[in-house]
C-alpha cells in the first residue's frame, strides 16, 4: 500500500510543471462536488467548489444567440496583473496522458477571472473527457511561489447533463431585446397582432426572472378623433401596459407613463399606413444589469 502511495506522489510531482514551492488547489475525489442550480428558461449554472481557494462557475443566459461564460471566483484576488497558464492535465489516475495547453491569458488586478464563448466550452469539452483544467500562475503575493488551481472531473457527467439539458430548453431572447420595444394599435386600445406577440415573449420572459429598474412608457396617438379622445385612448393605452406589468410583479413606482396625445408623430395622417405609425406605444425598460 505504501508503496502504490508512494508511487502515485511521485507520478504526481513529475506530471506537475517543473515549478519550484507549488501550491495547489483543487478537491479531492471524495469531496469533489459540481453543482446545478434549479432550471429555468432564462439562466444555467453548473459549478465547482474548489477548497481553501474559491469557486468555478459556468453560466448560460436567454440570448438570441448560443452564448456560454466562465467565473473563477477567489477568496483573495490579485493583487496585481498576473499571466496566467490554462493547461488541460490528466488526473493521477490517468498515467500517460500528454498534458495540453489551452490559453494564455492574465489575471486582472483586484477581479475575479472571466472567460466568454469558446474557451468555457473547450473547458467543459475537457473536463467531459476525464481531464483536468488546471490554471499555473505566479503567486501574487509571494512570486517565488506558484499556484496551481485545477477544476476536477470526478462527479462531472451527470451535472454537466442537466446543465446542457437546461441550456437547450432557454429562451431565444432576454431582458434587453425589450430595452426599447414600439408597440403598434390599430384602433383604441386593440394592438396588433405583432405587437401582441412581442408582448406575450416579454410575459414569458417576466414569469422567470423580473429584473426590471425602471420601466418607462410613452403613449402617441394619430391625429383623428379631437384632442379629448385622444387623450382618453393614450391613457388607455399606457395604462393597460402599466397593469400588465404590475401583474407581473413590478412596482407602480418604478413605472413611469407619458401622454403624447396628438403630438409628435412618426409619420403624417393623410393615408392609414400613416396613421398606423402614429398609432404607437413606447416602452423603454431598465434592467438591474444597467445599474
Not at 40 to 68: D, E, M, W
Not at 124 to 145: A, C, I, Q, R, S
Request: proline share 5%; charged share 20%.
Amino acid at each position: 500500500m505504501l508503496e502504490r502511495v508512494f508511487v502515485l506522489i511521485s507520478f504526481f510531482l513529475l506530471a506537475m510543471p517543473s515549478f519550484a514551492n507549488m501550491k495547489y488547489y483543487a478537491s479531492s475525489i471524495d469531496s469533489s462536488l459540481w453543482n446545478n442550480i434549479k432550471p429555468s428558461p432564462v439562466l444555467c449554472q453548473i459549478s465547482h467548489h474548489i477548497p481553501q481557494y474559491g469557486k468555478a462557475t459556468f453560466t448560460s443566459r436567454a440570448n438570441k444567440s448560443s452564448n456560454l461564460s466562465f467565473t473563477l471566483e477567489m477568496m483573495i484576488q490579485p493583487g496585481h496583473t498576473t499571466p496566467v497558464s490554462l493547461i488541460s492535465r490528466a488526473p493521477l489516475w490517468r498515467p500517460g496522458i500528454t498534458d495540453r495547453n489551452l490559453l494564455q491569458f492574465q489575471f486582472q488586478k483586484y477581479q475575479n477571472l472571466e472567460l466568454n464563448d469558446r474557451v468555457p466550452w473547450i473547458m467543459l469539452n475537457e473536463l467531459e473527457m476525464g481531464m483536468e483544467p488546471t490554471f499555473f500562475y505566479n503567486d501574487w503575493n509571494n512570486p517565488k511561489d506558484k499556484i496551481a488551481v485545477g477544476l476536477s472531473p470526478v462527479n462531472f457527467s451527470t451535472k454537466y447533463h442537466e446543465f446542457k439539458k437546461c441550456m437547450n430548453g432557454l429562451l431565444p431572447y432576454n431582458l434587453e431585446d425589450f430595452s426599447f420595444v414600439v408597440f403598434y394599435y390599430r384602433k383604441g386600445s386593440a394592438m396588433t397582432e405583432h405587437s401582441v406577440s412581442m408582448l406575450e415573449k416579454l410575459s414569458e420572459y417576466l414569469k422567470h426572472d423580473n429584473q426590471v429598474a425602471g420601466i418607462h412608457i410613452e403613449s402617441f396617438t394619430d391625429s383623428y378623433g379631437g384632442i379629448t379622445q385622444n387623450k382618453r385612448i393614450a391613457r388607455k393605452r399606457a395604462s393597460n401596459l402599466r397593469r400588465f406589468f404590475m401583474k407581473r410583479g413590478v412596482p407602480k413606482s418604478k413605472i413611469k407613463i407619458k401622454m403624447n396625445a396628438m403630438k409628435r408623430f412618426a409619420a403624417k395622417n393623410s393615408l392609414a399606413s400613416e396613421r398606423a405609425k402614429n398609432r404607437r406605444v413606447i416602452l423603454r425598460i431598465r434592467h438591474h444589469a444597467e445599474d
